[in-house]
């Protein structure tokens, strides 16, 4: 059995699917993939169900009836690999902002170095973004600090996607009792493990902004980020 999954969720990904799922399995490193997809009306779907018949023992796909938010996409597949024998779980965007050669740095902060949760950061070697807008950079960069302050951990990059988790980290978090759908979601599984005292490091990586394919970033779900931070502080002190 593989020993490593990444979970790409994926809505209207049509146009970088293949191109994902093929700069994965080109990696030194044999990963198992599976694809969270929100029923998406492009065909982002059958386009994995068609890529299965090449990749039959490598390449998953669980569709959901309809889209129903980035953190309950990821709690879906994270239930499904804990299902099976992985030891090692990935997040990875499907639109190449988060380079596939990454994979393998993530992974050996896990496997050799020790830490329980590696985050591929933007932010802990100065701002490492190409294709934003300042403005853009301004408000993820002003949210990590934020964040940072409101929760007392020590990450740079609080709002990071692009993420490896060891098994015990998952199997240790109650999935019924997270409650945020959007990047805030990020933030809240990165701090149930810090309140956990897993060992959680950071890794530098270049986040590339996508090319092709529309963003799902929000109002709402920076709304939600802002201030749901402070009611997720506000809760931890009388539950731990």
């Known amino acids: 059995m593989q020993d490593a999954v990444v979970i790409i969720p994926t809505y209207n990904e049509i146009e970088n699917i293949e191109a994902i799922i093929e700069a994965v399995f080109s990696q030194e490193k044999a990963f ?17 169900k068609e890529l299965q018949q090449k990749y039959p023992e490598s390449l998953f796909l669980s569709v959901r009836h ?61 701002v490492n973004v190409v294709n934003w807008p300042l403005s853009r950079i301004i408000l993820s960069y002003g949210a990590s600090i934020y964040v940072r302050i409101i929760t007392g951990m020590r990450i740079k990059d609080t709002t990071a996607g692009f993420i490896c988790y060891q098994r015990s980290v998952l199997e240790s978090i109650h999935f019924d009792d997270i409650k945020f759908i959007g990047y805030a979601f990020q933030i809240e599984m990165k701090f149930k493990a810090y ?22 970033l929000s109002s709402s779900i920076i709304s939600e980020a802002i201030f749901g931070v402070i009611s997720m502080k506000f809760k931890s002190l009388f539950n731990t």
């Open 32 to 48: 198992h993939i599976l694809v969270v997809d929100d029923n998406s009306p492009d065909g982002t779907a059958d386009k994995v």
């Open 66 to 126: 309809q889209k129903s938010g980035l953190g309950t996409a990821y709690i879906h597949g994270f239930k499904w690999c804990l299902e099976r024998d992985y030891q090692y779980v990935f997040e990875m965007d499907a639109d190449f902002s988060h380079n596939p050669k990454d994979l393998i740095k993530l992974y050996n902060a896990c496997h050799e170095n020790g830490a329980a949760l590696s985050i591929g950061s933007r932010y802990v070697k100065g």
């Open 195 to 216: 309140l956990k005292k897993f060992k959680i490091v950071e890794v530098p990586v270049i986040f590339t902004d996508r090319t092709k394919g529309e963003s799902k």
